[in-house]
């Protein structure tokens, strides 16, 4: 599992994508703590991408 922390009163939403680009999980953020839970997903490099109105921020995602 990995957990989001984030406080923005806007709407937002994650994603997190594989090596080849495909969304491999889709989730909305509220305004606290977020636990995602990764266990379905293949070892290996993922890319998390946060979306909200005020922007985008990225983060690389390894699942050993």
């Known amino acids: 599992k990995i957990i989001i922390d984030y406080s923005v009163q806007n709407e937002s939403e994650i994603f997190i994508y594989n090596v080849v680009g495909d ?8 305004n606290s703590k977020n636990e995602i839970d990764i266990s379905t997903l293949s070892k290996g ?20």
């Open 45 to 64: 490099i993922y890319v998390i991408k946060i979306v909200s109105a005020l922007g985008t921020a990225q983060q690389k995602l390894i699942k050993d």
């Open 23 to 30: 969304i491999v999980l889709q989730r909305q953020l509220n």
